[in-house]
């Protein structure tokens, strides 16, 4: 069964240092979306992208992040300065399957990346 | 501002019951809704999808409800088991225009051998 997948499963680095989280959405899917959850509190939407291009932002991603489709099956998640504050579990996740007619139903997670910022 | 509320935000419970987690969302205006499982330090598992034009969806021992214009949903587990342990999200869409899901905090279930 087609599965969002997510490298790595736990990064750890220097506050000020940039990260890049990498996803890989379901392959027949079109919109792409990146969360948040901090320990203890609830899961977080950062940004929803599509045919491309940001599509949806929350406040919380500020100039500091960064999203991009390198290439036709990777989706990644760039954090330029890492600061304490954003330790937390990044999940990627995507919907949107053109297999049945491209709808936004039923969106499916990867298994998260770790992040610790010291 | 879309806000979803869980209770209880822990269950413990004995193996064989059934029990019912609530999910509350104070704007009665979504798309769909969908429950998720949580294992600790793991990702996000769907277990149901509900559109907002639909009453109930049913998946095995799993059955979820929708009373939009209360702004309430509640899954139904029966014949728990351990394995059910985990903690149980609740999240809404607001509009077919975004993607966007607005998460409960979630309820930690444990079911007692």
């Known amino acids: 069964e087609p599965e969002v997948t997510q490298t790595p499963s736990h990064q750890v680095t220097q506050m000020g240092q940039e990260v890049i989280l990498r996803c890989v959405p379901i392959?027949?899917?079109?919109?792409f979306y990146w969360y948040r959850q901090i320990l203890g509190q609830k899961v977080e939407f950062l940004v929803s992208f599509y045919n491309n291009e940001i599509s949806e932002k929350s406040e919380i991603f500020d100039d500091q992040f960064s999203v991009e489709r390198p290439d036709g099956s990777n989706f990644t998640l760039k954090i330029r300065s890492t600061k304490l504050e954003d330790s937390a579990m990044y999940f990627c996740?995507?919907?949107?399957?053109?297999?049945?007619?491209?709808?936004?139903?039923?969106?499916?997670f990867g298994p998260g990346t770790r992040l610790t910022v010291l | 501002k879309q806000e979803v509320t869980q209770i209880p935000a822990a269950l413990s419970v004995p193996e064989g019951e059934n029990l019912v987690l609530n999910c509350s969302f104070t704007?009665?205006?979504?798309?769909?809704l969908q429950w998720f499982r949580q294992d600790p330090g793991k990702g996000l598992t769907s277990l149901l999808l509900?559109?907002?034009?639909?009453r109930e969806q049913t998946s095995g021992r799993l059955n979820a409800s929708l009373d939009k214009s209360s702004g309430r949903s509640t899954l139904y587990i029966a014949a728990s088991q351990p394995g059910d342990s985990a903690t149980y999200l609740c999240?809404?869409?607001?509009?077919?225009?975004?993607?966007?899901?607005?998460f409960g905090q979630g309820t930690t279930l444990q079911v007692k051998p």
């Open positions: 392959s027949n899917h079109l919109y």
């Open positions: 999240a809404v869409r607001g509009s077919s225009n975004t993607g966007k899901l607005i």
């Open positions: 704007d009665s205006a979504i798309y769909n």
């Open positions: 996740a995507s919907d949107g399957d053109t297999l049945a007619g491209g709808l936004q139903n039923e969106q499916f």
């Open positions: 509900i559109q907002s034009s639909q």
